[in-house]
């Protein structure tokens, strides 16, 4: 039977089935995706002749494209997920009220950035991050819509998700969504960058093999942490971060009413003409994507160990009792390790070197401080070693001022 052929395919030497996994969250939604399934009990279904029907394909590709859409890519199945439902022309007007909730100020650049999405998905765009310390902002609706259009090419996933060696939930998807998104080392911020402008990944799963393959992969970032919920500097040309207002009006049934406006979203989409026009490898100018919001996060970005070794610092000069110390790596290393050992010598030296431009001396003599605990009198005292050393020379205005 040609239904029956069609809902298998044999890649390499492997059959799957298409199978169509029902949407918890709306009974007329379905996610297609491909079941292993064993030769024997295709047979077994359908006789020993029906195999040789099957399609087959010599590996799998991500070849992503919203209009002209091909399964098949030079021999490759595509795994792309093909986007279902109609193109209409018509109104959106809830549509417009939810992106304009979301881009404020920003609308005809959010316009663009969603019309490179479609238009031109293997295109590097900024990490967008979307930020409020308060609730009914429409960021998680936001990111349900843009499931809703682009159905199960976006992957909504937790921090710990995208920080796990097993990607194959994420990897293949146009759009990698963070949600409660909080990231607290430069590393973290460094393997996103990196990710914004990747072309290649490795994908992993459990128990199956890495294998390289296309990425192209868009980030968004949700976060109701407005000041420090990724480490960047101030020099960081790829983050767009959005604040997000409250919700000024609550209207009944808004899901249902933007799903409805999708078909409509998708010919305008099709037809609307690109803005802005391509300026750098994130498409858009550095000072496009310029605003208050990624100011406010540069101002209050200092990675753990940072501030660790700040507060570390403002405990010593409490011991201390002056405004000047000075101290040497290894004892920074001896403060830090009672509590946090976690931070390497290297760790140490960076945050001095680069971030706050300080350096050692040549060897000389300095006065350490510590405190001894007073038995007899149930007391600390304070007591003072005359070390030599390499030094880094501390005042206590400047540590506040990093605070």
Request: net charge positive; charged share 30%; glycine share 4%.
């Amino acid at each position: 039977m040609e239904t029956n052929k069609n809902e298998y395919i044999r890649v390499g030497t492997t059959y799957y089935k298409i199978v169509y996994e029902p949407d918890i969250y709306d009974s007329k939604q379905s996610f297609r995706r491909l079941a292993k399934w064993d030769k024997t009990s295709i047979i077994d279904d359908h006789g020993k002749n029906f195999p040789s029907s099957v399609k087959k394909y010599d590996g799998f590709i991500n070849f992503p494209s919203h209009e002209g859409y091909r399964r098949n890519v030079g021999g490759f199945y595509n795994e792309y997920h093909q986007l279902s439902g109609p193109v209409k022309k018509g109104n959106f007007p809830y549509t417009q009220k939810l992106l304009q909730q979301i881009f404020g100020d920003h609308l005809e650049l959010g316009l663009d950035y969603l019309s490179i999405l479609w238009k031109k998905p293997t295109q590097h765009l900024p990490v967008l991050c979307l930020v409020s310390n308060e609730r009914n902002t429409g960021k998680t609706t936001f990111l349900n819509w843009m499931r809703m259009l682009l159905e199960n090419n976006v992957g909504v996933i937790k921090k710990e998700d995208f920080k796990s060696r097993f990607n194959d939930a994420w990897v293949n998807k146009l759009i990698i969504a963070v949600d409660e998104a909080k990231f607290d080392k430069k590393e973290d911020t460094d393997y996103i960058k990196m990710l914004s402008t990747s072309k290649t990944q490795q994908r992993e799963k459990k128990g199956v093999d890495q294998k390289q393959e296309n990425f192209y992969g868009k980030i968004i970032l949700a976060s109701n942490n407005i000041h420090d919920f990724i480490v960047v500097d101030e020099e960081e040309i790829r983050f767009w971060v959005l604040e997000i207002k409250k919700l000024s009006e609550y209207i009944e049934d808004f899901d249902e009413k933007i799903k409805e406006e999708i078909p409509h979203f998708k010919y305008f989409l099709m037809n609307r003409k690109i803005k802005y026009p391509k300026s750098s490898r994130m498409w858009f100018k550095p000072e496009d994507i310029k605003t208050e919001a990624l100011a406010r996060v540069v101002k209050n970005s200092y990675d753990i160990d940072e501030k660790d070794l700040k507060e570390i610092l403002l405990e010593y000069f409490d011991v201390a009792e002056t405004e000047t110390v000075k101290l040497t790596l290894k004892d920074l290393t001896n403060l830090l390790k009672n509590d946090r050992s976690h931070i390497r010598k290297s760790d140490i030296t960076n945050i001095l070197n680069y971030k706050w431009k300080l350096y050692p001396s040549e060897s000389t003599t300095y006065k350490f401080y510590y405190k001894v605990y007073d038995e007899f009198n149930n007391t600390h005292k304070i007591q003072v070693l005359n070390k030599k050393g390499r030094v880094y020379t501390f005042h206590k205005t400047f540590i506040e001022g990093l605070i």
